[in-house]
């Protein structure tokens, strides 16, 4: 029984541990993610100069996912705010490793997206995204790929998972950019104006 008890004392000690360590870990995104966004973006303002885009979102889907992974940033300012974004539940656990553009793969995709208009479904308050790279992301609007909120992007999902030993990790999407539903109406207003999503990861593994 003795035995038990410190059993169970140490793994709550190790989780305890470990969901410490996952609040106090920084924001993060990849130098090499913003630079292939923004290379991205410039090439896309080439063929269309008549955009004037404010923010663009980078997500950067090398780090796990307990991370806020995705930067927002004021293009004018290089301001950037962050937030944690959940990938599609066939790219990966704890990473997104997996991507796709093939609709009902429920994977997420990669490449340079814009915001459309922002309206109001299922999940509430949702914007549509057109994919710009063909090869990449084409499909986004028939396959209602949109960024929107739930409640699985939150610190309780990632405990109740560090609990049942699935790893500290946020829930998962049908393939959509999911933010925290306490940060979408932020990440709705601006992107509102005219704004961009790039999705990066080193390694494009996609069908």
Not at 5 to 13: D, W
Not at 29 to 45: E, F, G, I, N
Request: charged share 25%; hydrophobic share 40%; proline share 3%.
């Amino acid at each position: 029984m003795a035995k038990r008890v410190l059993t169970v004392i140490s793994i709550v000690t190790l989780l305890s541990a470990i969901f410490a360590e996952v609040l106090m870990l920084p924001e993060k995104v990849s130098p090499q993610a913003y630079k292939a966004a923004l290379l991205a973006l410039k090439s896309y303002r080439s063929l269309h100069p008549e955009e004037n885009p404010h923010y663009l979102a980078v997500v950067d889907y090398s780090k796990p996912s307990y991370l806020k992974r995705m930067a927002l940033v004021e293009l004018k300012t290089g301001k950037q705010t962050f937030y944690r974004i959940a990938h599609g539940k066939n790219s990966g656990e704890l990473y997104a490793v997996r991507f796709s553009d093939t609709p009902e793969s429920n994977r997420s995709s990669l490449g340079l997206f814009r915001v459309l208009e922002t309206y109001s479904g299922e999940h509430g308050k949702a914007m549509r995204l057109e994919g710009l790279e063909q090869a990449l992301n084409g499909n986004a609007f028939i396959r209602d790929i949109v960024l929107h909120s739930a409640g699985y992007v939150s610190l309780f999902t990632i405990v109740e998972n560090l609990v049942t030993f699935n790893g500290p990790r946020i829930g998962r999407s049908n393939g959509c950019f999911v933010v925290a539903t306490g940060d979408i109406d932020e990440v709705a207003e601006k992107l509102s104006n005219d704004g961009f999503i790039y999705a990066w990861r080193e390694e494009r593994k996609r069908e």
